[in-house]
């Protein structure tokens, strides 16, 4: 194969092209599949562009987090301006809602919560860097947008772009080629528009922009005009997201509020405490454990990438996320159940089978599959957070401790002897 040489890379194909840069992945001199980050020959000699680029490369230097794109080098070749970043193999977020919206589906609740805290975990990191002396760098994302999300096949969640996040709003409009901001002025935060101080609280309304994407499979504030779009971010003008997606429970639109609060103040305070908001509603409303093996099935079914009808781990993984789709259930719950039967030994399989059924199925019999379950040392936290789901477990007594903190297992032991069973413990013992 012909490789174009850029220094010590050899050039593979063009990932992608926005306004003012480009991506290509390529080869570096050690084998490695990286992506390369170039500034567009039209503003190469854009002092101010060279700047930007510089600090995006020093900020993603700065950041080392699973949720946030790694970087290796980056480097002047020729006068040439290149950032290496690891290659993700994958699609960003904006592809995924597209073809959600052509194909009329909608994403399964438990993996926009996946992904929204996967999201919120890496700018929750990146909010609170400090440098090596301990003072805070004041890391704001301030682009935060599903072509600034990226999922890989494996189904890692990465957040991409920190290309503008030390610019201030006034460089953005100065520097965006004309015409490159239509289609994003519907992320902005109010305080974005209104050319105010930013906090990191900013990025909190931007995820709260992406999170009611994701649940509805609509733009939130994509209007006919630029315009109409800033007019109704500022006003806080929007339908409840619960309007939109029958299978939402009404919850969701309270904690949609307060992220999207026009007021800052009125927001979550950190991005962590947004996560745990997310969290608190999971528990109440969708099964535990959905998480990258599965947002892999689902992306990998969606772009028809190394989909194996063969494969009975990953048919497993499509049965559980069908009973999540209105309408699906019981052909997702009559595939689990084919698996399961033929794969008895495999933790994996059987508890897909145990959480479609409670979900939508025969509880008791779901109940008996986990209990042949729960001795299974590695799916034991999710085995345990799912029966406490299911009302067979409370939950531990010190809820910011795992369940097997040895506090909790007494605390737990002695409310269990004054409280006795719950009531479908004994139903699970029966099972
Ligand atoms: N490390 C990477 N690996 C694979 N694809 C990438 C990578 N970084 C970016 N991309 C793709 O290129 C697009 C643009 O990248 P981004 O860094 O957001 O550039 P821009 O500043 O032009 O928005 C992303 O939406 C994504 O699809
Ligand atoms: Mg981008």
Redesign the pocket.
């Given at each position: 194969m012909e490789y174009r040489k850029l220094g010590r890379f050899r050039i593979d194909r063009a990932?992608?092209q926005?306004?003012?840069?480009e991506?290509v992945r390529s080869v570096d001199d050690a084998g490695r599949e990286i992506?390369l980050?170039t500034i567009l020959k039209a503003f190469q000699e854009n002092e101010t562009f060279r700047d930007l680029f510089q600090r995006e490369a020093e900020i993603t230097f700065h950041l080392e987090h699973p949720n946030i794109?790694k970087a290796y080098r980056f480097e002047s070749i020729g006068n040439q301006l290149v950032l290496a970043?690891?290659?993700?193999d994958g699609v960003?977020l904006?592809d995924v809602l597209r073809h959600i919206f052509d194909k009329k589906l909608s994403i399964p609740l438990v993996l926009v919560l996946f992904m929204m805290k996967s999201v919120l975990r890496g700018l929750d990191y990146a909010h609170k860097k400090r440098d090596k002396h301990g003072k805070p760098l004041g890391i704001i994302h301030r682009d935060l947008n599903p072509?600034?999300i990226?999922l890989t096949y494996s189904g890692e969640v990465k957040i991409?772009?920190f290309?503008i996040s030390k610019a201030t709003q006034k460089d953005i409009h100065q520097l965006t080629p004309h015409g490159e901001l239509r289609g994003k002025m519907c992320y902005l935060s109010p305080e974005q528009i209104r050319g105010r101080e930013l906090d990191h609280r900013s990025d909190i309304f931007a995820c709260g922009i992406v999170l009611w994407e994701m649940i509805t499979g609509k733009p939130l504030f994509l209007r006919e005009h630029d315009s109409e779009a800033m007019e109704a971010i500022v006003n806080g003008d929007y339908t409840p997201a619960s309007k939109l997606r029958v299978d939402l429970p009404k919850a969701f639109d309270d904690l949609l509020a307060r992220a999207l609060s026009v007021n800052p103040s009125q927001r979550f305070k950190d991005c962590a405490e947004f996560e745990r908001a997310l969290d608190t509603l999971a528990k109440k409303f969708l099964v535990p454990g959905t998480a990258e093996d599965e947002l892999s099935i689902f992306i990998r079914t969606l772009f028809k990438k190394d989909v194996d009808e063969n494969d009975p781990h990953f048919m497993s993984g499509y049965a559980w996320l069908l009973t999540q789709i209105k309408g699906q259930e019981e052909g997702g719950i009559q595939l689990a159940r084919r698996i399961a039967l033929q794969y008895a030994t495999s933790p994996y399989i059987q508890l897909n089978y145990a959480r479609c059924l409670l979900w939508a199925g025969d509880k008791i019999e779901g109940l008996r599959v986990m209990r042949r379950l729960v001795r299974v040392e590695s799916l034991e936290e999710m085995a345990q957070d799912i029966l406490e789901w299911s009302g067979v477990r409370r939950a531990p007594v010190i809820q910011f401790l795992p369940r097997s903190n040895l506090i909790n297992n007494a605390l737990g032991r002695i409310r269990h002897r004054i409280l006795g069973p719950t009531p479908f413990q004994q139903q699970f013992l029966a099972a």
């Open positions: 990932v992608a926005g306004g003012m840069g991506i992506a980050k794109v970043l690891e290659y993700l960003n904006k072509s600034n990226f991409l772009d290309g």
